[in-house]
């Protein structure tokens, strides 16, 4: 056997089966295909383009050092990957090809078209850890709801205390040359983010022990920081989730068998996330922005795109989902409370089709992935799997109030209300009329007025 590895959204190394089974069977070539223009099409933000290629480049540099050389090939479609694939496999005589499987409808077809042009694909489930379709109900269907897909994951992992494979020996192993090639040359715009598997292990490490005991309380608080800074890594998989419940469980060994306790919050958003993935696999129309709930499809979202550019902009006049999409913007990160209150705010007052706000965000995320970010706005909007019903709409305010009660957010993303006293802060404009000052912009609707507004266009729909 002559094998060659191919890189996807899998980049890491040392938990990585299918590159280590590879090389254990005699790799020593790896692949990685830069497809821009098909990236484009997917709506990645350049954020995470950048982020893609650093590591990409840096995963080289790592591999050279053990005397495995990575190829770069730009393909421009997926479509055009399966022909230049099988001409690479040629000209080096690789007669097998590993590869970590992705989900979504695009990449399935350029698998089956790869298999079909008689490349010896050999694929593993590395994203997950249970593979799609092993979670079901009695009857072999996929959970429409998530409380009893948890139940059945946890009912086959609780158990389990989850290990990494051994990295293979390569002591002795010659060093090759590696030069970054042009293509892995981005715009530098991620650089707050490290590539390196010592600074990565350094994060992973520091969460495990100085947050996540906290992270139940913590993590609904914008102000604070709260959450892992985990999620870009695990979009590009240069983390892996087995390799994250490996950290935890060496301080928390029983964690999985803590499905009630506070100790399991943090456990239970990486089952989320396994949830959003077998359902793209079980219902492949999410990859095509159909509603999951069919129900909704004649639901009539406004066309404004005066409204949907100031929800863009952060001009809503809404302080709180203002400095979300600050923050947005400006760092490529939101948190995650506030993903639900600004999603809820689009589709809700202002009754935009999701499928805008999911594109927004997929195009500034540093972290987007289509089947987390398909599952959160289509539950914000209720119209996905297991969603927020219609009638639960968040009031921007009083999120406001309990989630940043000091407004330490708000001022930070909005200078323009750094003077305001905290008793005005989550909604000011009374406090500035009374000054008549104008440094901040009218509300763009009323709140009560907007939610009996979603409130009667979504119960026609329902009935």
């Not at 650089?191 to 309380?217: G, M």
């Not at 009539?300 to 550019?309: L, V």
């Not at 805008?356 to 959160?376: Q, V, Y």
């Not at 209300?417 to 104008?438: R, V």
Request: negative net charge; contains cysteine.
């Amino acid at each position: 056997m002559n094998p060659v590895f191919w890189f996807r959204r899998d980049l890491r190394l040392y938990s990585n089966e299918a590159l280590i089974d590879a090389i254990n069977s005699g790799a020593k070539h790896a692949l990685f295909v830069v497809s821009t223009h098909q990236w484009s099409g997917h709506d990645m933000a350049a954020m995470q383009k950048d982020l893609l290629l650093r590591r990409v480049n840096y995963i080289g540099q790592a591999l050279s050092e053990y005397g495995v050389t990575l190829h770069i090939l730009e393909v421009p479609l997926f479509k055009d990957i399966p022909g230049e694939l099988q001409k690479f496999c040629e000209q080096h005589s690789f007669s097998h090809v590993f590869a970590n499987r992705e989900y979504e409808v695009n990449e399935l077809e350029r698998d089956k078209a790869c298999a079909n042009s008689g490349i010896n694909l050999v694929l593993y489930d590395g994203d997950v850890i249970a593979k799609p379709g092993t979670v079901t109900t009695k009857s072999g269907e996929m959970f429409k709801v998530f409380t009893p897909f948890k139940r059945a994951w946890l009912s086959q992992y609780e158990c389990e205390q989850f290990t990494l494979p051994l990295w293979p020996l390569t002591e002795g192993a010659e060093p090759v040359n590696w030069q970054t090639p042009a293509c892995l040359k981005g715009d530098g715009s991620s650089h707050k983010w490290p590539v390196d598997d010592e600074a990565l292990s350094s994060i992973v490490t520091r969460f495990i022990h100085d947050k996540f005991a906290k992270y139940h309380d913590d993590r609904d608080f914008p102000a604070i920081k709260g959450t892992s800074g985990l999620s870009p890594y695990l979009a590009l998989g240069i983390v892996s989730v087995k390799q994250l419940l490996v950290n935890v469980q060496s301080q928390y060994p029983d964690v999985l068998q803590s499905a009630k306790s506070n100790l399991f919050s943090w456990v239970n958003e990486l089952i989320w996330r396994e949830f959003y993935r077998h359902l793209i696999c079980a219902f492949p129309n999410l990859c095509k922005h159909k509603n999951f709930n069919t129900k909704y499809d004649s639901l009539q979202w406004q066309q404004d795109d005066h409204h949907f550019e100031a929800w863009c902009e952060g001009r809503t006049g809404y302080p709180l989902v203002d400095a979300a999409m600050r923050q947005l913007t400006q760092t490529g990160w939101m948190h995650n409370r506030l993903r639900m209150v600004v999603a809820s705010f689009l589709t809700k007052h202002l009754l935009i089709d999701w499928r805008r706000g999911e594109e927004f965000f997929m195009r500034h995320l540093i972290d987007g992935d289509l089947a987390s970010n398909n599952g959160g706005w289509q539950w914000a909007a209720s119209t996905g799997c297991d969603a927020q019903p219609y009638f639960r709409i968040f009031n921007p305010i009083t999120q406001s109030e309990r989630f940043d009660p000091e407004g330490e957010f708000i001022r930070k993303f909005l200078p323009e209300l750094e003077n305001i006293p905290t008793k005005y802060i989550h909604f000011p404009h009374q406090y500035l009329a009374a000054t008549a000052s104008k440094s901040y912009w009218p509300a763009i609707v009323d709140h009560k007025a907007a939610r009996e507004r979603a409130l009667a266009r979504f119960k026609v729909t329902d009935e």
